[in-house]
């Protein structure tokens, strides 16, 4: 069987600093908040906070869920990345849990870009451009850049 190289996940301290930041954010301030304000938006305990942080113990899927919605974050996706967390001991549940993570971002990825090539043009339908085109609009920007170089107060005087 071929392996196929799985994308690093992020882990429950990326998902509390992004919540850390986001709330920051929401309020206003410049720097990210600490971990007692994120327990107070969470309602449980700065200890909990910080175990999930060092790792001592993992998020519940209750508390998974609550995160996302404030993150904005698919659900499936993080409870995905908790349980590849969860599961150290066992390489083939970390492997599946990570399988179904990759499937939950290529979704939005593969629509990300179906959305960019619809905006594009056919390779029939562009535009032609020729050298001539490009090289007359460069002098006309470079005069009118001069013009207001020379003059900063005076209006541009390249009658335009």
Request: glycine content about 6%; some cysteine; hydrophobic content about 45%.
């Amino acid at each position: 069987m071929q392996t196929i190289e799985l994308p690093k996940l992020p882990r429950t301290r990326d998902f509390l600093n992004q919540l850390r930041r986001k709330i920051a954010d929401n309020e206003g301030l410049r720097r990210p908040v600490s971990d007692y304000h994120v327990a107070q938006v969470l309602k449980v305990s700065s200890a909990a906070v910080s175990w999930w942080r060092t790792g001592r113990t993992g998020m519940s899927d209750e508390m998974g869920l609550r995160v996302a919605a404030l993150l904005g974050v698919d659900e499936r996706y993080l409870l995905a990345c908790l349980n590849v967390e969860r599961n150290k001991r066992n390489a083939a549940v970390r492997n599946a849990w990570q399988r179904i993570a990759a499937a939950g971002l290529a979704l939005p990825m593969l629509l990300m870009l179906l959305l960019i090539l619809a905006g594009q043009p056919k390779t029939a339908e562009a535009e032609t451009v020729s050298y001539n085109s490009i090289h007359s609009a460069q002098r006309r920007r470079r005069k009118r850049w001069h013009g207001a170089c020379l003059f900063p107060l005076v209006p541009q005087l390249t009658g335009e």
